[in-house]
């Protein structure tokens, strides 16, 4: 196990397209978070999961977006109707949970709306 | 509320200067993390280290350096004798118990001149 991988690395759609991003996080982590960060700012959380169940979501996540687990493994960030202020790096990260605070993040996905 | 403030943006050195970036935390809890990641051009975050809130003690890895100190709310890093691999964006971030996500600060670009 490499660590976390995130596909694809570089999205360009157009305004108004469905987009999804897929992440692998490092095998029986139990904790998945995803972040985005716009060009000169730190990462933003969006959501994260403990296995399956998805725990919080940030208000940064508008009814455009929506995350799943589906058997507490890989998950899909998906947004629909995509506008230009989506542009920005998704990153996943994650952590073994149980009071293990070590996150470790993947390469991200660069999307750009155009 | 939490809070992570890195008020230098850029800080340019010339290669085997030493240099230190700056972060202010704000948080009411008496249990937090602190981190601090290192994002090369390729855009993973690289984790640096980790300390807790009980732990003030002061670490040493190589060239790099932390200074935790609670009575002003800052966790600084020093890099002894920069190299042009150091250059990169460096993001400090705060944890807090209960919350269980990272909350990060707007990171410091640092170049390392030859």
């Known amino acids: 196990d490499t660590g976390v991988s995130q596909d694809p690395r570089h999205k360009i759609t157009k305004r108004g397209q469905n987009v999804t991003f897929r992440c692998d996080p490092i095998s029986e982590h139990n904790r998945l978070y995803w972040y985005r960060q716009t060009l000169g700012q730190g990462p933003e959380f969006l959501t994260y999961?403990?296995?399956?169940?998805?725990?919080?979501k940030s208000r940064l996540l508008s009814d455009r977006f929506s995350a799943e687990r589906p058997k507490g493994s890989f998950s899909t960030l998906e947004i629909q109707r995509t506008e230009q202020g989506d542009s920005a790096m998704y990153l996943c990260?994650?952590?073994?949970?149980?009071?293990?605070?070590?996150?470790?993040f993947g390469q991200g996905t660069r999307l750009t709306v155009v | 509320a939490q809070k992570v403030t890195q008020a230098q943006t850029e800080i340019s050195v010339v290669e085997k200067e030493d240099v230190t970036l700056d972060c202010v935390y704000e948080t009411r809890d008496t249990t937090y993390y602190l981190f601090w990641y290192k994002q090369p051009p390729s855009g993973e975050l690289v984790f640096l280290i980790r300390r807790n809130s009980f732990d003030e003690q002061n670490e040493i890895s190589g060239r790099y350096s932390w200074n935790f100190q609670k009575s002003t709310s800052s966790f600084n890093f020093t890099i002894t004798a920069s190299q042009v691999v150091d250059s990169a964006v460096y993001f400090c971030?705060?944890?807090?118990?209960?919350?269980?996500?990272?909350?990060f600060g707007t990171g410091t670009r640092l170049q390392v001149f030859p």
């Open positions: 990260a994650s952590s073994p949970g149980r009071g293990n605070t070590e996150a470790f």
């Open positions: 971030a705060l944890w807090v118990q209960n919350t269980d996500k990272l909350i």
């Open positions: 999961f403990q296995n399956e169940a998805q725990l919080e």
